[in-house]
């Protein structure tokens, strides 16, 4: 149980071309989600948290412009790089919680996504 | 802000010892500690929690300790095998919901 999937699993663009990254929830609703990116051999870096029907809170330091985050559903989160660029290139993983399972603390980890730009 | 100090980054240990990696937080109001374990190109899987109010915690050949006047939190696996080799993360959550992860502790485990 508590399983969040994301799609796709990677993905190569070109500079100055957007990508958009979807996060699921899919056997639990989710009342949150955060957006994390991880550079190699790094820990994980929270960019933003979203609540579904409100607008994301983003971290100090990361563009809201550029990372555009939509939670329409209770299962489903985006994020869309917008305007992609080399150093954009991470891995971008999702989380989400859930106040009917686990509480509101515990995270629930997607598989990730590999974003390469060229 | 929250400061998460995660020790040693890299263990290596033989089949069937015992692995220990700590973590050291600053904000006493923090009162969720979760561990992950994330193996190359995988997101992190919740492997054991802690909660503020115990002290200890056991599933298996994993267990959790907590010293909330220290302010710092271990990670005990017993009987370590090689599927355990792995990057382990701590992570601390106070009441705002944010987790804020250690650096992480890349486990090798010699069969």
């Known amino acids: 149980g508590a399983v969040v999937s994301q799609h796709p699993s990677w993905v190569i663009c070109k500079s100055g071309t957007s990508v958009k990254i979807e996060c699921r929830s899919l056997?639990?609703?989710?009342?949150?989600m955060f957006w994390y990116r991880q550079f190699p051999k790094q820990s994980l870096m929270l960019m933003a948290t979203?609540?579904?029907?409100?607008?994301?809170?983003?971290e100090q330091g990361v563009e809201k412009d550029k990372f555009l985050i939509n939670h329409a559903s209770l299962t489903l989160s985006t994020l869309t790089v917008t305007s992609a660029h080399p150093e954009d290139s991470s891995f971008y993983i999702c989380?989400?919680?859930?106040?009917?399972?686990?509480?509101?603390?515990?995270?629930?980890f997607g598989p990730g996504t590999r974003l390469t730009v060229l | 802000g929250e400061n998460v100090e995660q020790h040693p980054s890299t263990l290596s240990v033989q089949e069937g010892d015992s692995a220990v990696i700590k973590c050291t937080y600053s904000?006493?109001?923090?009162?969720?500690f979760p561990w992950y374990k994330q193996e190359l190109g995988k997101g992190p899987q919740l492997i054991i929690d802690i909660r503020s109010n115990v002290g200890e915690k056991k599933d298996q050949r994993i267990a959790v300790t907590l010293n909330k006047t220290a302010k710092h939190f271990s990670l005990h696996i017993t009987e370590t095998q090689p599927e355990d080799s792995a990057v382990y993360f701590c992570a601390v959550s106070s009441n705002t919901g944010k987790l804020i992860f250690g650096q992480g502790t890349t486990l090798q485990v010699k069969p």
């Open positions: 904000d006493s109001a923090s009162n969720y």
């Open positions: 056997d639990f609703q989710a009342t949150t």
């Open positions: 979203s609540n579904e029907g409100s607008k994301a809170t983003y």
């Open positions: 989380s989400a919680t859930s106040r009917w399972r686990g509480g509101t603390d515990t995270q629930y």
